[in-house]
C-alpha cells in the first residue's frame, strides 16, 4: 500500500519496519536517503485545532496514517512539494511543544497559561493576505505555520497594551481592554518563553509571538528600519530591544541587536546574526531544513529545558518578582564549577547580542558537609568566609591574557555561612577606610548569585579572595577560592536564544 499514495511520499520509498499488534511500522527514505519518522505514530488528529493535535497516537494501519497526513496537508493549505517533507517538521514541531508543556506544567503555572491554543482556523491565510506574501515568501515560513498550529504562541495582556500604544493592532478583546496593573506588567516581563537574562540595568526576556503581533510587529519594523520587508518577526524581548526574525530570502532565523540600529547602521540585515548554527557550509540556502530553522531552535530549546541546561529562576538576582527561563547554561560545557575548602563556585555565561557583550553569572555557596564537596567547619577551619576581591583571568582565542582585579564584586561583599549569606555591602559615603566602608545586610538563603558584562573572548577564570570570619574579625589568613575557565564567547556556530 505504500506506492498507494504518491502525492504524500514524493519520490521517497516505504519501508515496513516491522509490525507491532495490527499496527504497521513504515518509514519513509527521500530520495537522498534520509530515514523519514515512524509514520503510524505521527498521524495528527482529523481536525488540526483540535487537542489531540500533539498526542500523536498510533495508527491502526499505514492507510489511516496516510489518510491523516493528507487531511493535515489539506488543513494547513501546503502545496504537494512541502507535504513531501512534513512529516519530520511536524514530528519536530510536536515533540517541542509537548516537553515545553510538560516542563512549564512542572516549573510555573503562569508559564504554561501563558501558551495560546492553536490558531483559528483561517489564521494563517489572513496572516498571508495581510503581510501580503508570495508563495515563495509563504514556503519559508513553513515552521512558523506549524507551530502556530499546535500553540499559537504566548499571550501576555502587557504584550497587547505595549503593541496598541504602538498602533501596532488597532484594537484589543476581553481582558486586553482594561489597563495592565504595574505589578502585572513587572512578572509578565520576564515570562518569555524563550528565555533571558539580566545584568545592571539590563533585562531581556524573550516571548514567542501569536500571529497577529507576528504581522503587527513586522510592518512596525518595517515603517521603522530600512531594508526589513524581506523579515518577519516572530519573537522579541518584552522591551523590543531584542527581535528574532525569518529571512524570507534564505529562511534562516536571525537576530537582531536592536541596539545597534539604533546607532546608525545602515540597515537591519546588517545588524542580524544567524541564531541556528549551520551544520555543513556545503548546506544550501534555501532546503526545507533550513525553511524549518524556527522549528529547530523551538526543539533545541526544549530538549535543553527538559535536560536541565536552563532553569526557572530570578533572572534579578535579588528581585523574587523577576522569574523566569534563565538562559545561564547550568550543566554541560558552557557552565563550569569548582569546590575550595568547602565553597563551590558554579559560572557560566550567555551571550547578549543586542548589548553585543557577554552576560556572565557567578554563584558562591558554603556547602554543608551533607553536601558531596562540603566540609566541617573543622575540615575547612572556618564558620563563616566573607569575600574580599576578585581576580578575573580573561584569555582570547589567540592564548593572549587580560588580568582584572578588585574589591568585592559590583559593590557587595557576602559573608557566606552553611545555608545562606549575609547580603553586607559597600555603603554610599564613600570616606571610610576598607574594611569600615563595608556594612552589614540582611541574612539571605541559598546561594549568592551576581551578574555583570565583559566582552567576548575564549574564557573566563580566575579567584575569588576570601577571609575567614569576616572581613571586620578574620578568623585565618585569606585564600584563594578558584573559579573554573568558562567559555564567553560570541554565539557563533551555537544556539542563541
Known amino acids: 500500500g505504500v506506492a498507494g499514495a504518491p502525492e504524500l511520499i514524493g519520490r521517497g520509498v516505504g519501508i515496513v519496519r516491522g509490525v507491532d499488534g495490527d499496527k504497521c511500522l513504515v518509514h519513509f527514505l527521500d530520495a537522498a536517503g534520509d530515514v523519514w519518522v515512524d509514520v503510524s505514530r505521527l498521524a495528527p488528529a482529523d481536525e488540526l485545532a483540535a487537542a489531540a493535535v500533539t498526542d500523536m497516537e498510533p495508527c491502526a494501519s499505514y492507510v489511516e496514517a496516510a489518510y491523516k497526513w493528507s487531511r493535515l496537508r489539506q488543513a494547513l493549505g501546503l502545496e504537494t512539494a512541502a507535504a513531501h517533507h ?20 512542572k516549573v510555573s503555572p503562569d508559564l504554561r497559561a ?50 496598541l500604544s504602538n498602533g501596532v493592532i488597532e484594537q484589543a478583546s476581553g481582558d486586553d481592554t482594561e489597563p495592565v496593573p504595574h505589578t502585572v506588567r513587572t512578572q509578565q516581563a520576564t515570562l518569555g518563553l524563550i528565555g533571558g537574562y539580566a545584568a545592571y540595568s539590563e533585562l531581556a526576556s524573550t516571548r514567542l509571538y501569536p500571529l497577529e503581533l507576528v504581522a503587527g510587529w513586522t510592518r512596525f519594523f518595517r515603517d521603522q528600519l530600512p531594508h526589513t520587508h524581506g523579515y518577519i518577526v516572530a519573537a522579541a524581548s518584552f522591551n523590543l530591544r531584542k527581535f528574532f526574525c525569518v529571512d524570507l530570502l534564505t529562511g534562516e532565523l536571525r537576530v537582531g ?69 534563565s538562559l545561564f547554561p547550568r550543566t554541560g560545557s558552557r557552565a563550569s564549577e569548582a569546590v575550595t575548602r568547602g565553597i563551590r563556585v558554579r559560572a557560566s555565561a550567555v551571550f547578549a547580542p543586542e548589548q553585543e557583550c557577554v552576560i556572565y553569572s557567578i554563584r558562591m555557596k558554603l556547602l554543608d558537609p551533607a553536601t558531596e564537596g562540603g566540609l566541617s567547619k573543622e575540615e575547612r577551619g572556618f564558620e563563616t568566609a566573607q569575600l574580599r576581591g576578585r581576580h578575573w583571568v580573561i584569555t582570547a582565542a589567540n592564548g593572549a591574557e587580560d588580568h582584572v582585579r578588585g574589591d568585592g564584586v559590583v559593590g557587595l561583599y557576602p559573608l557566606l555561612k552553611e545555608g545562606g549569606w549575609r ?60 573559579v573554573a575557565p568558562f567559555p564567553i564567547a560570541s554565539g557563533q556556530n551555537d544556539y542563541i536564544y
Not at 86 to 105: C, G, N, T, V, Y
Not at 285 to 303: F, G, I, N, Y
Open 86 to 105: 512534513l512529516a519530520p517538521h511536524w514530528s519536530q514541531a510536536s515533540l517541542a511543544w509537548r516537553q515545553l508543556e510538560a516542563w512549564a506544567f
Open 114 to 163: 501563558s501558551f495560546n491554543g492553536a490558531a483559528k482556523p483561517g489564521a494563517w491565510r489572513h496572516f498571508v493576505e495581510e503581510l501580503q506574501l508570495s508563495p515563495s515568501d509563504e514556503s519559508q515560513l513553513l515552521g512558523l505555520q506549524l507551530l502556530s498550529a499546535i500553540h499559537n504562541g504566548q499571550h501576555f495582556s502587557s504584550d497587547m497594551e505595549l503593541a
Open 257 to 325: 541587536p536592536v541596539a545597534m540600529a539604533r546607532r546608525g547602521r545602515p540597515s537591519l540585515p546588517e545588524t542580524t546574526l544567524a541564531a541556528v548554527p549551520r551544520e555543513s557550509a556545503q548546506q544550501h540556502e534555501t532546503t526545507p531544513a533550513l525553511r524549518c530553522q524556527l522549528v529547530k531552535w523551538l526543539w533545541q530549546l526544549s530538549d535543553r529545558l527538559t535536560n536541565g541546561m536552563y532553569s526557572f529562576e530570578k533572572l534579578i538576582p535579588m528581585q523574587p518578582a523577576s522569574i523566569g527561563v
Open 423 to 482: 547580603h553586607d555591602h559597600q555603603n554610599s559615603g564613600g570616606g571610610a577606610r576598607f574594611p569600615q566602608h563595608v556594612e552589614v545586610g540582611a541574612d539571605c538563603e541559598g546561594e549568592f548569585v551576581y551578574q555583570s558584562m565583559t566582552n567576548p573572548a575564549a574564557t573566563f577564570s580566575g579567584e575569588l579572595i576570601f577571609v575567614p570570619g569576616s572581613l571586620r574579625k578574620p578568623t585565618g589568613e585569606e585564600f584563594n577560592v578558584h
